[in-house]
């Protein structure tokens, strides 16, 4: 999560302007928040919306806490030093400064800024997961575009990386794998959990007989199923099968293909080439199962 707060010291609790010297916070993390401060900056109209001018940051604060407090906040500012009455504004998501500036006056605002909050970290989650997902390039650079609208920090970060290091849209077509990352790791430490506290002799005896059976299980179940398809790659492709139906063909020449969208609103246009097993969303090069541009040239 991240958010900006303006805070206005104050002597007594008498109203204010916004614009007048204040205190810009920083807030990131979602239990374990770090709070950078700006001090002695106020807000100003440039004429293209409020602008903060301050100071370089001076502090940084780190606390845990598992219901947001507004209190706990000016309460660790206070630790700092500053003294006297607190007036807290905090930026709307997705907002500019002047029309996104609302007051804080009770902890029950502060949570409903949170979760607020919260809602836009999950958002810009989920866009990531989008950008790195993407498997062709013109998607990519479009979901990046949004993600600049949003958070041009995040992007900026996210652009500095090679993205052949994180994003299908620049992977090879050498590995045929449609997973970003795995958790075999994971998911064998969780099983060996009640040997990893045995001697290191009895611990790999107790892999060892473990592997010897599992790869037993596997083998006979293998021996049983009847088919040609593996059962969730077979999920998987009925899933695209069903999806191939909202797009139509037209034939180019010999076993190339121009598929488009029976929405017309979308206005995405792939070419899929049969006897090379390519298309140019890249998916079926990726992972080595026909996308559903594929599927709706073959069908």
Not at 80 to 104: F, H, N, Q, T
Not at 174 to 181: R, V
Not at 191 to 214: G, H, N, Q, S, V
Not at 272 to 293: E, I, K, Q, T
């Given at each position: 999560?991240?958010?900006?707060?303006?805070?206005?010291?104050?002597?007594?609790?008498?109203?204010?302007?916004i614009?007048?010297?204040?205190?810009?916070?920083?807030?990131?993390?979602?239990?374990?928040?770090?709070?950078?401060?700006?001090?002695?900056?106020?807000?100003?109209?440039?004429?293209?919306?409020?602008?903060?001018?301050?100071?370089?940051?001076?502090?940084?604060?780190?606390?845990?806490?598992?219901?947001?407090?507004?209190?706990?906040?000016?309460?660790?500012?206070?630790?700092?030093?500053?003294?006297?009455?607190?007036?807290?504004?905090?930026?709307?998501?997705?907002?500019?400064?002047?029309?996104?500036?609302?007051?804080?006056?009770?902890?029950?605002?502060?949570?409903?800024?949170?979760?607020?909050?919260?809602?836009?970290?999950?958002?810009?989650?989920?866009?990531?997961?989008?950008?790195?997902?993407?498997?062709?390039?013109?998607?990519?650079?479009?979901?990046?575009?949004?993600?600049?609208?949003?958070?041009?920090?995040?992007?900026?970060?996210?652009?500095?990386?090679?993205?052949?290091?994180?994003?299908?849209?620049?992977?090879?077509?050498?590995?045929k794998?449609?997973?970003?990352?795995?958790?075999?790791?994971?998911?064998?430490?969780?099983?060996?959990?009640?040997?990893?506290?045995?001697?290191?002799?009895?611990?790999?005896?107790?892999?060892?007989?473990?592997?010897?059976?599992?790869f037993?299980?596997?083998k006979?179940?293998?021996?049983?199923?009847?088919?040609?398809?593996?059962?969730?790659?077979?999920?998987?492709?009925?899933?695209?099968?069903?999806?191939?139906?909202?797009?139509?063909?037209?034939?180019?020449?010999?076993?190339?293909?121009?598929?488009?969208?029976?929405?017309?609103?979308?206005?995405?246009?792939?070419?899929?080439?049969?006897?090379?097993?390519?298309?140019?969303c890249?998916?079926?090069?990726?992972?080595?199962?026909?996308?559903?541009?594929?599927?709706c040239?073959?069908?």
């Amino acid at each position: 999560m991240f958010l900006l707060l303006f805070v206005r010291w104050l002597n007594t609790s008498s109203a204010a302007e916004i614009n007048s010297t204040g205190t810009l916070l920083e807030v990131m993390g979602d239990s374990d928040f770090t709070i950078k401060v700006h001090p002695g900056g106020k807000f100003v109209d440039s004429g293209h919306g409020l602008e903060y001018l301050g100071e370089m940051v001076v502090e940084d604060l780190h606390f845990d806490v598992h219901e947001w407090s507004l209190q706990e906040i000016v309460s660790q500012l206070k630790q700092l030093g500053y003294k006297g009455y607190a007036r807290v504004w905090y930026k709307e998501p997705v907002m500019d400064l002047k029309s996104g500036l609302r007051e804080i006056k009770s902890d029950g605002d502060a949570m409903r800024m949170a979760r607020k909050a919260y809602g836009c970290g999950t958002v810009l989650r989920d866009l990531i997961l989008s950008i790195a997902k993407a498997t062709y390039v013109e998607e990519w650079e479009r979901r990046m575009n949004q993600l600049k609208e949003i958070n041009r920090d995040c992007y900026d970060k996210l652009f500095a990386l090679d993205p052949k290091l994180w994003t299908k849209s620049h992977f090879t077509f050498l590995a045929k794998s449609d997973m970003l990352m795995n958790n075999i790791s994971k998911a064998f430490n969780g099983r060996i959990l009640e040997a990893r506290d045995k001697p290191i002799l009895t611990m790999f005896e107790w892999i060892r007989c473990y592997l010897m059976i599992r790869f037993t299980e596997k083998k006979k179940k293998a021996e049983r199923y009847e088919g040609s398809v593996l059962p969730k790659p077979k999920k998987r492709l009925d899933i695209i099968v069903v999806r191939a139906m909202e797009w139509q063909v037209k034939w180019a020449r010999d076993l190339k293909f121009e598929v488009h969208h029976k929405n017309r609103m979308i206005m995405e246009k792939f070419v899929v080439d049969l006897m090379a097993g390519r298309c140019s969303c890249r998916f079926w090069g990726l992972c080595g199962m026909p996308c559903l541009h594929a599927c709706c040239a073959i069908f």
